[in-house]
């Protein structure tokens, strides 16, 4: 089946730029997919590589392209602080440096340094925790793709005074953008610490939610997503997916989230 997805942000974004930031491919792969025909928006086929799709607009990549995908290597990395997921802004250091043997766990390959592996869902800069970089398009479509069901699992560190009013409108009720947010898992398991669990991925999300009701992130700590457990992966260092945490990503996709 064909992968869509609609672009949720404020502003037109080139084609290659969005689809490199959300993981579904590197720049130059979209790149190509576009020249060869196979990538279209609200049913429109594609050609230029620097079209801009526009907030609201809904990007398909036809079963062609979902097959060009469908291989490579998939990393998994504990992202510190200060380094960005995607393509970098001048100045910003890109977490794919961190992938060097020194800093691998366990067998497996080291990818070149020229390596494409796009990150799998967003995690901010000044965020850490657990970040897929992958260059499977099957399991990015499992991770990010519309029709998948994974959750996400964060700690999240605030400044402010947490209620059960302000818990009640982060579960539920709040809007982005403009549009209304899933229901969210939000509970408060220490003072100022609060554990939540997304089923979407919106742009700087859990900041913009607790902005909304009062709350300041301090530290914000990706820790699972859906079967996917960060575990004891030491900070700054990156390990290979196995085979078996693979074949449950994508089994996942489609099942209820976890609890």
């Not at 959300?22 to 025909?37: D, F, H, K, M, N």
């Amino acid at each position: 089946m064909a992968f869509t997805r609609t672009y949720d942000g404020d502003e037109p974004v080139r084609v290659n730029k969005w689809l490199g930031q959300t993981g579904v491919c590197s720049r130059r792969e979209a790149e190509s997919l576009i020249a060869e025909g196979l990538v279209s928006i609200d049913g429109e086929t594609i050609s230029d590589a620097g079209r801009k799709i526009e907030p609201g607009q809904t990007l398909t990549l036809n079963d062609t392209a979902q097959q060009a995908l469908a291989s490579g290597m998939t990393l998994v990395l504990h992202k510190p602080v200060g380094y960005v997921s995607g393509q970098p802004d001048p100045g910003k250091i890109p977490a794919v440096r961190l992938l060097k043997t020194p800093n691998r766990i366990g067998e497996g390959e080291t990818p070149a340094r020229d390596a494409s592996l796009p990150p799998i869902g967003r995690l901010d800069e000044d965020s850490r925790g657990l970040l897929l970089l992958s260059s499977d398009g099957v399991v990015a479509k499992a991770v990010i793709g519309p029709a998948s069901e994974l959750d996400k699992e964060y700690l999240v560190v605030v400044d402010g005074v947490i209620t059960e009013a302000k818990l009640s409108r982060l579960r539920h009720g709040l809007v982005l953008n403009d549009k209304p947010l899933k229901p969210a898992r939000v509970t408060q398991i220490e003072p100022q610490r609060l554990r939540f669990v997304l089923t979407e991925g919106k742009y700087r999300q859990i900041r913009r939610m607790c902005e909304l009701v009062g709350l300041e992130v301090v530290d914000l700590y990706r820790i699972r997503i859906g079967p996917l457990e960060l575990g004891d992966l030491p900070e700054g260092r990156w390990r290979h997916l196995t085979d078996q945490e693979r074949a449950a990503l994508i089994a996942a996709s489609t099942a209820s989230p976890t609890s």
